[in-house]
């Protein structure tokens, strides 16, 4: 947005606003469109995430990965990476 980008400013706020809703949102449904829309194929869990969202939208990414829609692709303390499902 602030270097010479090849998108709009309201593309790159409204993906930061699909990007805050991913996280924040404790409703799978929502996130699965999301995911979807953009054709997510990682999701990073790490401080900053935990930091800064609410762990009842944090705790959807493992009900995702209870209902088949992600996986672990890797783990240690400070970070867990989702895979999407396909």
Do not use: C, H, W
């Amino acid at each position: 947005k602030q270097q010479r980008s090849i998108l709009s400013a309201e593309v790159i706020d409204r993906r930061a606003a699909d990007t805050n809703e991913l996280y924040s949102t404790p409703y799978v449904d929502n996130a699965m469109r999301l995911i979807r829309r953009y054709n997510v194929r990682y999701i990073m869990a790490g401080y900053p995430e935990k930091l800064y969202y609410s762990p009842e939208g944090m705790a959807k990414f493992e009900q995702m990965v209870s209902q088949g829609f992600l996986r672990v692709a890797y783990a240690n303390d400070s970070v867990t990476i989702y895979e999407v499902v396909r």
